[in-house]
């Protein structure tokens, strides 16, 4: 479906291709046995392979195969038997070996595709291939007037995403990020922690008037955040559209991205092709994979946060709100579906989980920390459906739950809680309520007939909480009426 809504670039229509580096979550490295731990003292976790000696061998991390392999599968991409590792040869003092291993022409993925969703209808955007590669490690610059390297990070594994240039706005290119990021994941190849630079993209971007062939393109470094992705490419397409409309041209370039300006910079200029000099490493074989294995991973494959979402939703009936809050971390989801699956009621769970739990959740990479337990918020539930508490009594009680493994049960009856459903008890407070109130009586009398909310508003007041509160409000009808 054409939108109707029309382009912000006028007649320029923005052609975009991501891609993007996420980090392979292993204890070790792309080719050596060093510890891919994020935070360590500088060049801590360094060997003679990461640090590039000569004479040091490469040997392959199954690992890493393994997480590539299930990233392909969850992509739909076609997984290759057999792939190749290459040099792809530049000098930078982040790579000790002066050049970086990684696939070329048989990479380990190719095809597949990922739905992206901006409110005009699902659209499939394909993916060219996923190829495995090693990151290079950090220079740090300015230290006591130095740049120093540290090499911790050098040889850590990743995979390349690489979409078809087929995303057409800075929204659909950040749904597409924020749709990977989440299916990485889910599927446990990837930490998403994008501070820590596990997860970021390259924005390739050029505008054409519809119907010509693709401009020339841009190609945005290193973005690790999602606002900034939808931002840096906005800003590059009317940086492009300036130009053009000015009668120049485009010049094929790599820029970075300022996020505090707002504006990207130029980093370098590729109109001269650049030249890899890319050979099959000699050190190590042809990556070969049965077909087995690779049944075997599918098979493996847990259940894709789409899926999930269409689940949660046919089986609990959620709001699509609490579909998105629910699903946002894989610890997240299976804290619902635990409690949901105990409780047997899962819009009020997720309820709980959502207005309670969620504030002291910690999440970090792939863990989360609860304060409390999904058995604490099924029995809470239960409490307040059987009647045997109020809401109002949950939300009070629940601040006692936290970091103890209290039954909400036990608690109940240690407190003495209950609730208040002796009619005669509740109809004498509500008499007086209605008399010390004669204006707003007067106002239910004379049709305002939604103040009746402000009446069982003060009787929860004086109880607590703890009043029955369909009995309040039938009283409260019964007594205005009269
Ligand atoms: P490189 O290796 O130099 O980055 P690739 O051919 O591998 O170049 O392309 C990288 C990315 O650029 C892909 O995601 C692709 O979709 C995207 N791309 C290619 N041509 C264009 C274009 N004209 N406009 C926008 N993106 C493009
Ligand atoms: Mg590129
Ligand atoms: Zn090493």
């Known amino acids: 479906m054409k939108s109707l809504v029309p382009s912000p670039y006028g007649q320029w229509e923005p052609v975009i291709g991501l891609e993007v580096h996420a980090q392979l979550h292993t204890l070790t490295k792309a080719f050596c046995g060093c510890e891919t731990s994020f935070g360590a003292p500088p060049n801590t976790h360094v060997c003679p392979v990461c640090l590039g000696l000569p004479g040091a061998l490469p040997v392959l991390n199954a690992e890493a195969v393994a997480l590539a392999v299930s990233a392909g599968l969850a992509l739909g991409c076609k997984v290759h038997e057999t792939s190749v590792f290459a040099r792809k040869h530049y000098f930078y003092p982040d790579s000790p070996k002066g050049y970086q291993l990684t696939q070329f022409d048989r990479p380990i993925a190719t095809g597949g595709g990922l739905e992206v969703d901006v409110g005009e209808g699902a659209r499939r955007i394909g993916l060219t291939r996923i190829h495995m590669e090693e990151d290079a490690g950090k220079n740090v610059h300015g230290v006591g007037g130095f740049s120093l390297v540290d090499l911790n990070r050098a040889g850590t594994p990743l995979i390349e995403i ?50 010509e062939p693709f401009g020339v393109r841009v190609e945005l470094k290193n973005i690790n955040s999602f606002r900034f992705v939808e931002d840096a490419i906005d800003g590059e397409i009317r940086r492009q559209v300036r130009m053009l409309e000015r009668g120049e041209r485009v010049r094929l370039q790599t820029r970075g991205y300022n996020a505090e300006k707002r504006e990207s910079y130029l980093l370098r200029d590729k109109e001269a092709e650049d030249e890899y000099r890319y ?86 990479g792939l863990e989360a920390t609860f304060p409390v337990s999904p058995n604490q918020v099924a029995e809470l539930v239960d409490l307040v459906e059987s009647g045997a508490i109020s809401g109002k009594q949950a939300k009070v009680l629940y601040p006692d739950l936290i970091g103890k493994e209290v039954s909400p049960r036990a608690l109940v009856e240690t407190l003495g809680l209950k609730v208040l459903d002796d009619a005669e008890t509740l109809q004498n407070l509500a008499l007086e309520i209605v008399r010390a109130n004669p204006r707003q009586a007067e106002q239910y009398r004379s049709g305002k007939t939604g103040i009746l909310g402000f009446f069982v508003g003060q009787l929860m007041k004086v109880t607590g909480g703890s009043a029955d509160p369909k009995l309040a409000s039938d009283l409260f009808e019964q007594e205005l009426r009269k």
């Open 279 to 364: 050979f099959s490493d000699p050190d190590l074989p042809p990556l070969v994979l049965d077909a087995a294995f690779i049944a075997e991973r599918a098979a493996r494959l847990p259940e894709l946060p789409v899926a999930k979402r269409a689940r949660f939703q046919a089986e609990f009936g959620l709001s699509e709100g609490a579909l998105r809050v629910l699903t946002s971390h894989p610890r997240i989801a299976e804290f619902f579906e635990q409690a949901a699956l105990v409780s047997g009621r899962g819009v009020r769970v997720a309820n709980i989980i959502q207005t309670e739990v969620l504030r002291d959740t910690v999440t970090a």
């Open 162 to 211: 690489v979409s078809e240039p087929e995303l057409r706005s800075p929204a659909e290119a950040r749904d597409y990020l924020e749709k990977l990021h989440e299916l990485v994941m889910f599927i446990g190849v990837n930490d998403g922690n994008l501070e820590q630079g596990s997860f970021r993209c390259d924005a390739n971007v050029s505008v054409r008037k519809s119907g």
